[in-house]
């Protein structure tokens, strides 16, 4: 909670002013009964009508002052809440672009999305409610016992004594009803699953006629959903039962105890009415409390979730400027790198490649392609070796500046929800032609016979285009900003071959001056390179050009038997 | 294969979806009429709930009525207190109250019960609904906004009905009861809510009318910065590749300021209508003051009278003011359910024809005639095609990225039906037979691989029903993965969960392989079934997929043209329709396009 009450403090003048007028509000609105018995028992018997219009009219005041009173306060409320929420979700998310990859990893995306979505949501209403209910109901119950130990003090005791017992009641149902809501939510969590396993994998499921399969499935994990979301219910159910039962006896109890004293001639009848009504208004609102109680413990639990990624720390520093005279763009010198620190994902990689070369990367799913990616672009830091680009070491250059120099396109890259246009220029304010240009070398001419061209809008995660356009669009951004270094890592999967070599093609005519790291599983894509790496497990088991490869390294040759057939003469 | 699917989406970022169940409102009654449907069932059950609430709430009212007597009792001065008639009352009160208590909590545990059974069968209906629906359906719509529809919406509903019903007959029983009590004590203080009865429906209609819209905008909008969160933080990596954190919190500031602004017009308007209600609560007292007070002056009521009008007004305008807030909770628990019933009222996939026969001992023969097709009528994509698949052969669909190969694996399974031509299997009009016969004599593999939460056992098992773990092993052996699954510390029991172990795309596919070994259907589908398989297992599993593909008629759809060349006839797709067809020799020799995407992989740019 302390993080998130940072956000709170600097509101907290707004909040005391707004708790100032509340309470000066509330305790007119408090005066309202006793100025009634007032008129009853002082005015009336006096017979003056002037009177009776002069109090009825200070009473109608107070109700207005009353109203006032609560309604300003609500809307700077509402207004405070909202913006300590923008600000708090603005640094969780500014934070969560910021994180490191591996932060990212320990956190998870789908965690990551919920905590700025659903928590930063729960937090906001938690604020909210809390000072718009939690000023109002502590008022009452206060000035509600201030006014009964007035009138009574022995039977303010009765109240005191219900108190503890209402309080434990409240602590007991929700210490009980927290875990099985939490159980419902895990059982929600299932049935979600279910219906996104059933969405995704629609065709394979009708395929199989598993439809009923699948049904009963559901059946079983909503019954199971209904079973737990009944019995956190039931428990719930007897809060306000309970609550209601304390507080009507405590009211019997008042009368009967009330009835001996004024038997005894310590206090009087019109005096137990008056106590009965405040001990009315104060129940009111300790069960408002208890229904608060639920949605702070929520809040706080979120809250919580929220601090957890504020408070990551920034774990990817830049270092001093380590420069070097080098004749090569891009070096690695024995790089070793592992994702959990257990098991090397790849280990002691070098190669040097000069400016405008290209470096094809071939090997198994899993044989660390991307890892070297992920490495050059200093998502990660290596575990040992260095990385250099013009003589500079990666972890010297401020990030901004490293990545300026990279056109990349990963595997499953993200398109989002908005026009062609906007998804390659990806923000960056590129001109038409510069887009145009980077379109036509992506071999991307579908663009241009589209309806609206570059601003024909496309679907969440580019699903209204098909899988090569996707990736052609992709290269397209890639080449947009003309940079030093561009990156495909298994980014022309989904093109034909004849697509994809006059994609080869236009690259190598227009980018001669670009250094270019392709990765792939098809051996046409990166038979042209300069060099080629073969990776398994992680290490380097053939390094060299294609010639060199084709009679010097086994598994090299195994692959292109396999998948160029008999013409390894051509 | 997804292009022309659906339209470009209206609006920016995020929204994308996000209002696809958010159509005009049905009519309010409408969707009553049909909630009432699912309530109907448990008839009984909601009239004994109502007799409860009726019993509960009239026992507490008594209450006050009770505690007058018991304070009548309580004489003024010292030793004059009628103390049997005190406990003979405060006895009676605990009876009442206990009662009470004990019918409210039966009625809230009735409720609780019931609204899970109507929320359990509604959950139940969406899902056999979503299972039956059209496989374009799924194309067209987002996994997250069904989901929503079957989590959050069917719970909002879930909450209104346990809690908002009950306090909503809870409220009313109270108005009437209050309003007879009061009735009974002094018509002429009544005079009072004429003043202020209209001022509150005034109000509350107003109200209502007002903030559904302010609702629907808070919900739209804060939907919409949950998708561009969503999107964005999947995108994250590349986000920074390109070093646009900055230009992305920038539209996240956005699209922020707008979800907290439209909750803030929202809660704004709400914030006043407690603080409303309780004025005019207070203006009832206070006209019930000077009211009250002129009358007694005039001799037509008593101190007493003018208590427990008190007391029963405030009861009065207690209920109101729920009244309000129930009534905004109720409408947003009309909104999802119109989004429920919008779901339960899609199209299924249309019913097998009457006398639609069962497909039994398939050969294998498949037959294409003058098909054409588009998702969009307007925009076929499949444009006359004919082609013919004799029982055995083998038959390679090539061609460029988006030329029709998938539609026509969607076409042959009928996940769509076709615009016009026909598909016959061994002669039968594949219109004329049942879909599950259809669909069980295929066997498919996809490039996308889908495995679910379950064992591997089960992911293996999936279309086989009863099958050992002798042949699950078996079929695991062919598809090669059987030596990794043995690795993993659970076997064959290993679960495959979201988060779990990292098993990579190729070996999905494998998993995958595996299941369509164990089926021993007549046709098979290959759709790309291979392409994340690295090379040298997939020259592992080439003697497997020969042995899968003995026998039977194929279908392969293949980038990697050294995995086609084989087959018994190549169909060459081009816009749709088939430009070449022919042997890999003969249409090598043709040199045609085919030939030309052929040469296309040895070029080495």
């Keep these: 909670m302390k993080k998130v009450m940072q956000y709170v403090r600097p509101q907290l003048g707004k909040i005391s002013f707004q708790l100032a007028i509340k309470l000066s509000a509330n305790i007119v609105e408090l005066l309202l009964p006793w100025m009634l018995s007032y008129i009853l028992d002082n005015v009336v018997p006096t017979g003056d009508m002037r009177q009776v219009f002069l109090w009825g009219g200070l009473m109608i005041l107070c109700a207005a002052i009353a109203l006032i009173g609560n309604v300003i306060p609500n809307r700077m409320a509402t207004k405070t809440s909202r913006d300590i929420t923008e600000s708090l979700r603005h640094d969780l998310f500014e934070k969560v672009m910021n994180l490191s990859s591996s932060q990212t990893d320990r956190f998870t995306v789908p965690s990551l999305i919920s905590r700025l979505t659903a928590d930063t949501y729960n937090v906001h209403q938690m604020i909210d409610r809390v000072q718009r209910m939690g000023i109002r109901a502590p008022i009452m119950v206060l000035g509600g016992t201030i006014i009964t130990l007035t009138l009574d003090p022995v039977l303010t005791l009765i109240l005191a004594c219900t108190l503890p017992l209402l309080g434990f009641i409240i602590w007991y149902i929700s210490s009980r009803g927290i875990p099985l809501y939490t159980e419902v939510q895990g059982t929600l969590d299932s049935l979600v699953r279910k219906v996104q396993e059933n969405m995704t994998g629609v065709r394979v499921i009708k395929a199989l006629s598993k439809s009923e399969f699948e049904r009963d499935k559901f059946g079983k994990a909503n019954d199971e959903m209904f079973e737990k979301e009944r019995r956190a219910g039931m428990l719930m159910a007897s809060t306000n039962p309970v609550m209601n039962l304390i507080l009507n006896i405590g009211l019997t109890l008042v009368i009967v105890v009330g009835a001996f004293r004024v038997n005894a001639g310590l206090t009087q009848p019109g005096k137990i009415i008056a106590f009965l009504t405040y001990f009315t208004l104060i129940l009111h609102s300790l069960m408002m409390i208890s229904r608060m109680f639920v949605m702070v413990s929520k809040g706080i639990s979120s809250a919580k979730r929220i601090e957890d990624v504020l408070d990551a720390p920034d774990d990817m520093v830049v270092n001093e400027c380590d420069h070097v005279d080098s004749e090569y763009h891009i070096e690695f010198k024995n790089v070793s790198f592992s994702y959990n620190k257990k098991k090397e994902n790849i280990a002691d990689i070098s190669f040097a490649l000069r400016r405008g070369e290209t470096l094809g990367i071939i090997g198994p799913t899993g044989s660390g392609k991307t890892t070297i990616i992920s490495l050059l672009l200093r998502f990660y830091d290596p575990d040992s070796g260095e990385i250099r680009i013009s003589g500079d070491k990666i972890e010297g250059i401020e990030p901004e500046k490293l990545r300026s120099k990279f056109g990349v396109v990963f595997q499953n890259d993200f398109l989002f929800a908005d026009s062609i246009r906007e998804n390659i220029d990806f923000g960056r304010s590129l001109s038409d032609e510069q887009l145009e240009k980077a379109a036509k070398t992506a071999q991307a001419d579908f663009i241009f016979e589209k309806e609206n061209g570059f601003l024909s809008l496309l679907t969440s995660k580019g699903s209204n285009l098909s899988g090569g356009q996707k990736q052609r669009l992709l290269i397209a951004r890639a080449l947009a900003a003309s940079p030093e270094i561009l990156i495909f890592d298994d980014c022309s999967s989904a093109l034909d071959y004849k697509t994809d070599a006059d994609f080869r093609r236009a690259l190598s005519e227009e980018l001669s001056d670009t250094t270019t790291i392709i990765v792939a599983q098809r051996i046409s894509s990166i038979m042209g390179a300069d060099k080629i790496m073969v990776l398994d497990e992680g290490r380097i088991i053939g390094y060299g050009t294609h010639s060199e490869l084709i009679s010097g390294c086994r598994s090299y040759q195994d692959i292109f038997e396999i998948q160029m057939g008999k013409r390894a003469d051509r | ?605």
């Design chain 2, 1 to 605: 294969m997804n292009e022309h699917k659906q339209p470009p989406m209206p609006g920016g970022f995020g929204a994308a979806g996000s209002g696809k169940f958010e159509k005009p409102v049905a009519k309010t009654s409408e969707i009553l009429r049909r909630l009432w449907k699912y309530l109907c069932k448990f008839k009984w059950q909601l009239i004994l709930a109502l007799l409860l609430c009726v019993a509960s709430n009239v026992l507490a009212l008594v209450g006050p009525k009770l505690s007058g007597f018991a304070i009548d009792a309580i004489k003024p001065g010292k030793g004059q207190v009628n103390f049997p008639s005190v406990f003979h009352y405060a006895i009676l009160m605990i009876i009442f109250y206990v009662a009470s208590s004990i019918l409210g909590y039966l009625l809230s545990a009735l409720m609780i019960k019931l609204s899970c059974r109507v929320v359990n069968r509604m959950r139940r209906d969406a899902f056999d609904k979503l299972t039956t629906l059209p496989v374009g359906f799924f194309d067209k719509h987002q996994t997250g906004d069904i989901i929503s529809v079957i989590s959050y919406d069917i719970d909002t509903i879930n909450t209104s009905l346990a809690n908002d019903l009950p306090q909503m007959l809870t409220s009313v029983i109270t108005v009437v009861v209050s309003f007879v009590m009061m009735l009974t004590i002094s018509v002429k203080l009544m005079l009072v809510f004429v003043l202020t009865i209209p001022m509150t429906i005034v109000y509350t209609r107003y109200r209502s009318k007002k903030v559904r819209p302010l609702y629907r905008r808070r919900s739209e909008k804060l939907g919409a910065m949950n998708g561009f969160a969503e999107e964005t933080i999947g995108g994250q990596k590349t986000a920074k590749a390109y070093s646009r954190e900055k230009v992305f919190i920038g539209r996240f500031d956005r699209k922020n300021k707008e979800a907290v602004d439209a909750n803030y017009e929202a809660d704004c308007f709400a914030s006043i209508t407690g603080p409303m209600v309780m004025f005019l609560s207070n203006l009832s007292l206070a006209l019930i003051s000077i009211l009250g007070a002129i009358l007694f002056m005039a001799g037509s009521i008593t101190l007493g009278n003018i208590s427990s009008f008190v007391l029963y007004s405030r009861k009065f305008s207690g209920p109101i003011n729920e009244f309000a807030n129930i009534i905004s909770e109720l409408q947003s628990a009309l909104a999802a359910a119109e989004r429920v019933l919008r779901l339960l009222d899609e199209k299924p996939e249309p019913e097998d024809v009457p006398d639609a026969v069962e497909l039994r001992d398939v050969k294998g023969n498949v037959e294409l005639r003058n098909v054409t097709f588009g998702y969009d009528p307007e925009k076929p994509i499949i444009k006359d095609l004919s082609l013919s698949a004799p029982e055995g052969a083998v038959i390679a669909i090539v061609g460029p990225t988006g030329a029709g190969k998938t539609t026509i694996v969607n076409l042959l399974m009928r996940f769509y039906d076709i615009d016009s031509g026909t598909i016959t299997i061994d002669g039968l009009d594949i219109r004329n037979v049942t879909r599950n016969s259809l669909r069980l004599a295929y066997t498919m593999v996809l490039q996308d691989t889908w495995l679910f939460h379950g064992t591997i056992f089960e992911n293996i098992s999936y279309g086989k029903d009863g099958a050992t773990l002798e042949d699950v092993m078996n079929a695991a052996k062919i598809a090669k993965i059987h030596n990794y699954i043995m690795s993993l510390p659970d076997g064959y029991d290993t679960l495959l969960s979201d988060d779990g172990i990292n098993i990579s795309k190729g070996q999905k596919q494998l998993l995958t392989l595996a299941r369509a070994i164990l089926l021993d259907s007549r046709i098979l589908i290959l759709d790309e079934a291979t392409s994340n398989v690295d090379t040298q297992t997939e020259r592992r599993i080439q003697n497997a997929m020969l042995q899968l593909m003995k026998g039977r008629t194929c279908f392969v759809i293949a980038h990697r043209l050294s995995t086609i060349q084989n087959a018994d006839s190549i169909l060459v797709v081009s816009n749709g329709s088939i430009v070449e067809q022919g042997t890999h020799s003969e249409l090598l020799s043709k040199g045609g396009f085919y030939s030309e995407l052929y040469y296309a992989q040895f070029e080495s740019y």
